[in-house]
């Protein structure tokens, strides 16, 4: 299949994730475009903000890029590259099905399919590192705010919170292993043993074991040679796990949380936030088999806002106003993609 009907696959496979996005909220028209006019500019803000964070992601997958030789292409072509894929992410099953294939395949003729596919992979490698340290630091962050009073800490939430700490350790020991040796070898050798898999894998693992042995290596030589580059591209993409907590602080003030009723500052309003998202990213990483997560998220809010003590209404709020923000990228990171297409033609 060439390279144009493979991006018109996914082009189309998110077209129709979106349709079914616009028709599964558990709202009327009438009423979502009340939660809209609600927000007003704050809105634009959530918006604005994702822009940043696309940036910033668009920056650490440079930062991978440069660290195993130069850097062909420029800045705002990574940009466009990162914003699409993402929006292929959101709109497939088992998100990295989508945006990180394009990727590669967008990037092969620039840096040659080894580069591409190891800068990819440890970029999303990364992204999900970084959203481990995210989870842990929101555990110690409960705890902090239970002992100083202001969450709850009972035997359940003790659980859930233990479980928490278990999966996260596990998750960063891995990773730390995967970057020290490398996985690609190791995951195409796990696929191959997926029934219905099975044949590909074992075909991929023969046909280019030599290339993918190369690509673990890659990934080893970063963290073992390149660690600047390594903690660098890491702490970009954790400051940007934080900064997304202002998507949820905007909401929360638009929904009147902080108004005195029930945090006393923003400071507070924030780490509250801080929680939220970390909850509701976990809940919703868990069920990502899911295209737009389609119901994950909607109940990660929900957990979270009741157990942090706020109404169900908020949790509501919360989920429709980050849906639209997903659709707009989406529709955004699907258009681009098509330009892009319609620019190689005419050219």
Same mark, same amino acid.
């Given at each position: 299949m060439s390279q144009g009907r493979i991006n018109n696959l996914f082009f189309a496979i998110g077209v129709v994730a979106v349709v079914v996005m616009l028709f599964s909220f558990e709202v009327s028209f009438s009423e979502l475009w009340g939660y809209i006019c609600r927000a007003g500019y704050w809105l634009v803000a959530i918006l604005a903000l994702w822009g940043v964070l696309y940036l910033m992601n668009a920056w650490a997958w440079q930062v991978i890029i440069r660290g195993s030789g130069d850097c062909p292409v420029g800045y705002g072509y990574l940009l466009k590259l990162t914003v699409t894929g993402f929006a292929l992410n959101y709109t497939t099953p088992i998100g990295l099905l989508g945006g990180e294939p394009y990727k590669i395949l967008e990037m092969t003729k620039h840096i040659g399919v080894q580069r591409a596919t190891s800068s990819v992979v440890l970029f999303a490698m990364m992204h999900v590192f970084s959203h481990f340290w995210f989870w842990t630091t929101s555990i110690l962050l409960?705890?902090?705010?239970?002992? @100083? #009073?202001?969450?709850?800490?009972?035997? =359940?939430? $003790? !659980?859930? @919170? #233990?479980?928490?700490?278990?999966?996260? =350790?596990? $998750? !960063?020991? @891995?990773?730390?292993?995967?970057?020290k040796n490398g996985m690609v070898v190791k995951l195409i050798a796990f696929l191959g043993r997926i029934p219905g898999l099975r044949g590909w894998g074992r075909r991929l693992a023969e046909a280019h074991h030599e290339d993918l042995v190369k690509i673990d290596r890659q990934i080893a030589e970063l963290h073992r040679q390149e660690s600047r580059t390594f903690y660098k591209s890491l702490l970009i993409e954790y400051v940007g796990r934080v900064c997304q907590s202002f998507e949820i602080l905007f909401m929360l003030i638009l929904f009147g949380i902080d108004e005195g009723r029930q945090f006393s500052d923003h400071v507070l309003a924030f780490l509250y936030s801080f929680l939220i998202l970390s909850f509701t990213s976990l809940f919703a990483n868990i069920l990502g088999f899911l295209p737009l997560q389609l119901g994950g998220r909607e109940g990660g809010f929900a957990l979270s806002v009741s157990q942090l003590g706020m109404t169900g209404g908020a949790g509501m709020f919360i989920s429709i106003l980050c849906r639209v923000r997903e659709i707009f990228w989406a529709v955004i990171g699907l258009g681009l993609m098509k330009i892009e297409s319609k620019n190689k033609k005419n050219k």
């Open positions: 409960y705890l902090l705010l239970a002992f @100083l #009073g202001y969450l709850p800490l009972n035997v =359940g939430m $003790g !659980i859930v @919170l #233990g479980l928490m700490a278990v999966f996260c =350790g596990v $998750g !960063i020991y @891995l990773f730390i292993k995967g970057y």
